[in-house]
C-alpha cells in the first residue's frame, strides 16, 4: 500500500487549506485512515481519523476547524482545515491501519503564518 499526500502550503492565521491522501490498493475501504502531524522537536501526534464505517475522531486542539472525510470509490481521504493558527503548522502525515499494518504517507508541509 502507498499513500500519497498533498494540499500543504504557506496560509496566513484564519485561513483554510484542504489535504488529500490517495491511496493504492483494494483494501482502502476497510482501513483506519488518520491524518498526523509532527511540528519540529516534537512528536508526532494525531490530529483526526475516521473509520471504515465514517466514524471521526479528533483531537482536542482541532475539533469544530478540521474534518476528515473519505471517499471510498477514489481510495482518497481527506483533511479540511480551518481557521487554521500559527500552532497548526507542522509536516502533515497520512496514516492506514489495515488488520495488523501500519502504513505512512511521505507527508506535506503546513505553514500558517502572516
Known amino acids: 500500500v502507498q499513500l500519497q499526500a498533498s494540499g500543504g502550503g504557506l496560509v496566513q492565521p484564519g485561513g483554510s487549506l484542504r489535504l488529500s491522501c490517495a491511496a493504492s490498493?483494494?483494501?482502502?475501504?476497510?482501513?483506519?485512515m488518520a491524518w498526523y502531524r509532527q511540528a519540529p522537536g516534537e512528536q508526532r501526534d494525531v490530529v483526526a481519523a475516521i473509520t471504515s464505517s465514517g466514524t471521526t475522531h479528533y483531537a482536542d486542539s482541532v475539533k469544530g476547524r478540521f474534518t476528515i472525510s473519505r471517499d471510498n470509490a477514489k481510495n482518497t481521504v481527506y483533511l479540511e482545515m480551518n481557521s487554521l493558527k500559527p500552532e497548526d503548522t507542522a509536516v502533515y502525515y497520512c496514516?492506514?491501519?489495515?488488520?495488523?499494518?501500519?502504513?505512512w504517507g511521505q507527508g506535506t508541509q503546513v505553514t500558517v503564518s502572516s
Open positions: 490498493g483494494s483494501l482502502f475501504s476497510l482501513a483506519l
Open positions: 496514516n492506514a491501519l489495515m488488520g495488523s499494518k501500519v502504513y
